[in-house]
């Protein structure tokens, strides 16, 4: 008999500069060692808009606003298996100030800001490679 799988809210929050995205280095599961979007789980009674901007200030020190939901994805982990985690990610866009610096906090070992093509060599999930394909589309004027 297999255990339903039951998807646990978590958002991310993208932040862009001059063709540049804002990753963190995951410290901790589920994506430990990869690069993606900040972000993390929903806390109770936080909606996803709400947990993209407080998990982006928590682990980047910087405060974004205006979220704007580009994109979710079912991060569901295999049907049944013991200890599987599966996530509902709601994925925003962000506007910060321009002059903020990005600090590595909370559960990033390190912050930094990567073109589409470093981003296309460095480990990372596959939520944050199918964003950075619709983000590059979209900011150079492709039509996908």
Known sequence: MTTPRISKPASSAILERDGRYLLVLRSKPPSKAMYAFPGGRGEPGETAAETALRELAEET????ENPQLF???DL?????APG???FFLSVFKVNADPQAVAVASDD???VGWYTAAE???MPAP???RDCIARLEAERLGISA
């Open 84 to 86: 599987s985690l599966s």
């Open 71 to 73: 994109a979710t994805y």
């Open 126 to 128: 596959d939520s944050v």
């Open 61 to 64: 020190g910087i405060h974004g």
């Open 76 to 80: 569901s982990g295999p049907e049944g």
């Open 119 to 121: 981003i296309a060599t």
């Open 108 to 110: 990033a070992a390190s």
